[in-house]
């Protein structure tokens, strides 16, 4: 346990109603930080109270921040221009909302695929640019994977394939990962215009090719900035074809998310290009220091075509620094102990301004 002179306030924030109560999940998260000798201050955000957020968290010495980029029709563009002005003001953010534009998008695998986590990534930055690009890059390469910039839950990702004409004109299957969805066919123009909002606000499409070992699981390596903090593996259906039960089956329904510690020999691989070369590689190209990296981050992959020495390989499909529940049980100390050195010098200086 720390102890320290001037204990700093950590706010720990995410998407809820005034009064509400910490959410469960991030119990642990609390009680990390009271044990390190951090003070907490519990606090919800909502568009409508967001003055009121704002005149809180500028008492705070910094946050910790759990709203995803899109929630029942809401986003974050209310929330992000406050959490900036509290970083201009000294407040330590994470994740800041410019490291999560950064590294916490999907264009961070059209940026960084040079590194080697990921590979025939296509990016698409306009509606024109789309309509004239996309249905080449789908004859060449076959199936792929179509990802808004900024989502979460599965919310615009598509797996699309060629499929027969329908009418004489081009037509492809499609499926939504969204839960519940069930696959379609229709004729690509109608399809890429079913995609246009994607391109809303500066918006873009990234295009990826389809990994076929997606049935076999997904795994999460869990960060704490530059270090690994544990692994989740889970079973997806997400963009697996529905078995003839129905998408609401159980049969449809995703496996538990198992998790494992940092030291799981199942995934030291992974952790030695995590921590020796992915994740510096990502810092330098996309100029990220690690102490500006978020506290609490993961990046999710898939098993790729096997090496020639027999082992997998892994194939990055997202990398998620808003919103990152549940984590393994080492996630809560690393965290508290990076929010507790984030915040020191915020901390000092208000002890220093009172006195």
């Known amino acids: 346990m720390t102890s320290l002179k001037s204990p700093p306030v950590c706010a720990i924030v995410w998407r809820g109603d005034a009064g509400a109560a910490i959410p ?40 910790l921040v759990w709203v995803d980029p899109l929630s029942d029709g809401r986003n974050r563009a209310v929330l992000e221009p406050i959490l900036r002005d509290a970083a201009r003001n000294g407040a330590w953010i994470s994740a800041h909302p410019d490291v999560v534009l950064k590294m916490g998008v999907k264009e961070v695998l059209h940026r960084t695929q040079s590194i080697g986590w990921c590979h025939g990534v296509e990016l698409h930055q306009s509606w024109s640019e789309f309509s004239s690009r996309f249905p080449g890059i789908l004859n060449r390469s076959g199936p792929r994977v179509l990802k808004q910039n900024r989502g979460n839950g599965g919310q615009g990702i598509w797996k699309v394939e060629a499929a027969a004409a329908i009418g004489g004109e081009p037509a492809v299957k499609v499926l939504h990962a969204l839960r519940g969805s069930i696959e379609e066919t229709l004729p690509l123009e109608a399809f890429m215009q079913r995609c246009a909002p994607y391109f809303l606000d500066g918006g873009k499409i990234i295009d990826q090719p389809f990994e076929p070992r997606l049935p076999e699981g997904m795994i999460r390596c869990y960060m704490a900035h530059n270090e690994v903090v544990g692994y989740g593996r889970q079973l997806i259906k997400a963009l697996a074809s529905p078995p003839p039960e129905g998408p609401e089956s159980p049969q449809a329904q995703p496996g538990p998310r198992i998790m494992h510690p940092p030291g799981a020999p199942a995934f030291a691989r992974l952790r030695a290009l995590m921590e020796r070369t992915w994740v510096p590689a990502m810092m330098a190209l996309l100029d990220i220091r690690a102490h500006d990296l978020p506290a609490l981050w993961d990046a999710d992959f898939l098993l ?41 010098g915020r901390a000092a200086r208000r002890m220093a301004d009172a006195g």
Do not use: W
């Open 24 to 63: 469960h999940r991030l119990v642990p998260i609390h009680d990390a930080l009271v044990l390190h000798g951090a003070v907490v201050s519990a606090l919800p955000f909502a568009e409508e109270r967001a003055d009121a957020f704002a005149q809180e968290l500028a008492a705070c010495d910094g946050a």
């Open 304 to 344: 790729g075509a096997k090496t020639p020495e027999g082992e997998d390989a892994y194939v990055l499909c997202e990398i998620n620094a808003s919103c990152v529940s549940p984590f393994p049980d080492d996630a809560p100390v690393k965290v508290a102990q990076a929010a507790i050195r984030g915040m020191s």
